[in-house]
């Protein structure tokens, strides 16, 4: 068998009827020549006219020996005719259609030049003078026993009767084999070596990483906006628990449903539990926005201070927890001005049952009183989540498609999640790059993965977050103020070329294009973690950590 390049006919080709004469001619060539026989298909090639302009051809097959030369074939299968008054090459395929086709030799001669020029320019090339011929092959066609032209002589075609007798001792006749012209010398194995670099040299160009989290940080934000119509539909629900998975939009329905409130000349508070997501919802919504935005215990601690109330220290027990959830009531009792006519809670999974008397004090009963309240729906951490105040009505709402995700993070993140079906509808994206090192490697590895995200993969620093388990693991792996090359800060407002290092806990509620996830024992311990971590990227994930940790989150019991 020849040695094929390809080694077999891509599916297009197979799938082609305009190439079923191309396919019985790689056919007859694999099966029946040995292996001194080279065969190249479909190769095309870029030239230059005198003038420098380029021209761009394709020779159907180059057919090489080391101990000859090379041969540049052109393929016309059906009946093949010449017109010599108007330069027409026609061909009529087995229903009786004609086709205009170029003129074979001339594709032929060109291609075997073109290719005589580009050896000389090939690095694996030693120059010398070669056996370089050029012929067509229509294997539908029987021969008129003559030349059919002065620049056309009969021995340039295989005709049927060749090509289904003695295909190989036409190529050898058409070769001149085995005899030499004066000066000529064989291809040789490093003049094929060289054909085989010209001709079949494999490649492979990488696309940068940041591209395509790019692309598909694309397609995750243009799905947002088509999520605000479920605000539209509730705009008559006063009051609404509205739960759903990572990645559902909770954060940003509740941004939106505080601006509309607001902007409806209603006296608007938004309130989580995580102090960086409060920061960050300020700094999305605007300071013209109209809505108060502020972190559970700071609303406790303004109101309680703005009603002349005493607030006790955070660090005296239970002073945060107990003490500050009443005195918010008192506060609101004291001075009913204080008090809202929307109030929109995020994260309200974080919120433990005995806070919500004082949620719903805050409310002014006089007025719209419109209370949402946006949580996760994981029962397989968030359990308490069902012990939302139940005495003030509010309508249970699911959000069933995760819009912040790619599929695979999704799916990633979805193994630790336990709850109503939630159906991903963002790209597919990049796998999930799952990166096993020793403990005692963790620390340079994720040194090494942030320069190649930074680097070689183009993401810039600050649309990466890197999250730990604990504040000690974050000490212990970044003591100083940069890691891979890159100033780092908590988070908080994105800074050009800043990555973001902190704890899971406090990036909870918020996002990036791309995480990097320290997978340790600390995170394991805490089954919320994982699921929080998991879910942060946007576009691109990855996880750093031993076998055994890898093993644990990637296959949660």
Not at 55 to 81: H, T, W, Y
Not at 220 to 236: A, K
Request: proline residues 6%.
């Amino acid at each position: 068998m020849a040695v094929m390049w390809p080694r077999a006919l891509p599916d297009e080709v197979l799938r082609n009827e305009l190439r079923a004469a191309e396919r019985k001619v790689y056919q007859r060539l694999r099966d029946e020549l040995d292996d001194s026989w080279t065969v190249f298909y479909s190769r095309p090639w870029l030239g230059l006219t005198p003038t420098g302009q380029e021209i761009d051809g394709e020779c159907d097959f180059v057919v090489a020996r080391a101990d000859s030369g090379f041969l540049a074939l052109e393929v016309k299968g059906g009946a093949v005719s010449f017109d010599p008054m108007s330069e027409t090459w026609l061909s009529k395929d087995r229903w009786g259609i004609r086709h205009k086709i170029k003129n074979p030799v001339a594709q032929a001669m060109s291609s075997k030049y073109q290719l005589l020029k580009k050896l000389k320019d090939c690095r694996a090339w030693t120059p010398h003078r070669i056996r370089a011929q050029h012929g067509v092959i229509l294997p539908d066609c029987q021969g008129v026993g003559s030349d059919l032209g002065a620049a056309m002589p009969q021995k340039l075609f295989c005709f049927l009767k060749d090509f289904e007798g003695s295909l190989e001792s036409w190529l050898k006749a058409r070769l001149g084999m085995p005899s030499f012209e004066e000066g000529e010398e064989p291809l040789g194995r490093q003049g094929l070596a060289a054909l085989e670099e010209l001709l079949a040299r494999p490649f492979s160009l990488r696309t940068p990483l940041a591209h395509l989290v790019a692309e598909d940080d694309a397609a995750i934000q243009s799905l947002t906006p088509g999520q605000f119509r479920i605000l539209t539909q509730l705009e008559e629900v006063p009051k609404a628990a509205v739960s759903g998975g990572a990645g559902t939009g909770k954060t940003l329905l509740a941004m939106e449903k505080a601006r509309r409130c607001a902007a409806a000349g209603m006296r608007t508070l938004l309130t989580c539990f995580n102090r960086p997501l409060a920061e960050h919802v300020a700094r999305t919504l605007g300071p013209d926005s109209g809505v108060d935005v502020m972190t559970f215990h700071a609303l406790c601690r303004r109101k309680a201070e703005a009603a002349g109330l005493t607030v006790p220290a955070p660090a005296e027990p239970d002073a945060m927890d107990e003490r500050w959830p009443e005195l918010l009531m008192h506060a609101m009792e004291a001075r009913r001005e204080l008090r809202y006519d929307a109030v929109v809670v995020d994260e309200g999974q974080d919120f433990r049952p005995h806070w919500w008397p004082a949620v719903d004090s805050v409310l002014d009963s006089t007025g719209s009183a419109l209370l949402y309240v946006f949580l996760d729906g994981n029962q397989r951490i968030y359990k308490e989540a069902a012990s939302l105040p139940r005495d003030v009505g509010l309508i249970p709402i699911r959000l069933g498609e995760n819009l912040r995700n790619t599929k695979r993070i999704h799916d990633a993140a979805g193994r630790h999640y336990a709850g109503h079906p939630i159906l991903p509808i963002g790209p597919e994206g990049v796998l999930v790059d799952w990166r096993e090192v020793s403990p005692a490697e963790l620390k340079q590895a994720l040194d090494a993965c942030v320069a190649r995200c930074v680097g070689q993969e183009s993401i810039p620093a600050e649309h990466i977050a890197v999250l730990f388990a604990r504040e000690q693991e974050r000490k212990v792996m970044v003591p100083g103020e940069q890691l891979g090359g890159r100033p780092i800060a908590p988070c908080g407002p994105l800074r050009k070329g800043v990555l973001t290092v902190d704890t899971i806990r406090r990036f909870k509620g918020l996002e990036r294009p791309v995480v990097i996830v320290v997978a340790d024992q600390s995170l394991l311990a805490d089954k919320e973690l994982a699921y929080v971590a998991l879910s942060r990227a946007r576009s691109h994930l990855i996880v750093i950590g031993s076998k055994e940790c890898l093993a644990r989150i990637r296959e949660p019991e």
